[in-house]
Each structure stands twice: as C-alpha cells, then as structure tokens.
C-alpha cells in the first residue's frame, strides 16, 4: 500500500506540474495568436485560437495519459505500453471500463490515477471556460 501511494505522489507531482506548465504554454500561445491575427474580424481570430486551444489541452492530457501508462509498464503493472495507455485514459477520464487491469498488486494506484484525472479534468475544463470569457467569443452574463 505504501508504494502505491508513493508512486501515485509521484505520479501526481508529475502530471501537476506538467499540466501547470502546458497551462502556461497554451496561454502564452493563445496571447500571440490573438496579438497576431490571422483572419480579418472580430470572432474569427477568437474562435481559431479556441479551437486551437482545445486542440492543446487534449494534446496536454495525452502527455499525462502517457506518465501514467509509462509509470505503470515500468513498475510492471502492464506487459505492453499500448494496453497501459488504453487503461490510463479510461482510469483517469473515470471511465472504467473493467476490460484490462493491472497487476493486482497496483490497484490502488490506478484508483489515485482516477482521483488524479478528475482533478486534472475539472482543471481542463475550469481553464477552457474562462479562455472562453478572457479571450474567445464568448461575453460573461450573456453565454453563462
């Protein structure tokens, strides 16, 4: 039980700061995009780096997705990276699918993986929103 938490401190400390960071890098790109537009207009700049923006986080998440699953195949909890990976996006989307599962001695690390991703999730989709309002198409008091 201790090295499972361990780990999913670890695990946690990674994909935090990663996110942390990838965070930081979108709004600096989505800050150049609108300070450099590239269709004439008012919205259609907004909406590009909206659509790009999203494009990011998912690219974002598919980084911790790969932590995890990199994590659980070097510890053993999966024989190959592809079925790893398939078990960490439907752990931390809290999916669950209960199709594969790892090595019964990692089960509770893959739980915190889950708690990992709601956190991660809830970040996303806070973030996503108010890029919306701050710098996409959308008004606050009128499209929320």
Known sequence: MIANLALATLFD?????????????????????????????????????????????YALVCVELAIWAFGMLAIGA?????????????????IGFNDVAPAKEWRLLSSMEGITG?????????YLVTSGVRFGPFERDKHF
């Open 13 to 57: 400390v990674i994909t935090f700061l990663v996110h942390a960071a990838g965070l930081i890098a979108l709004t600096h790109m989505v800050a150049f995009l609108l300070a450099h537009p590239v269709v004439n207009g008012t919205q259609g700049e907004k909406i590009i780096a909206m659509a790009l923006l999203a494009l990011g986080l």
């Open 118 to 126: 709601l956190l991660i999730m809830g970040w996303t989709a806070a």
């Open 78 to 94: 999966f024989s190959d990276f592809p079925t790893a990976f398939y078990f960490s996006a439907s752990t931390f989307a809290t």
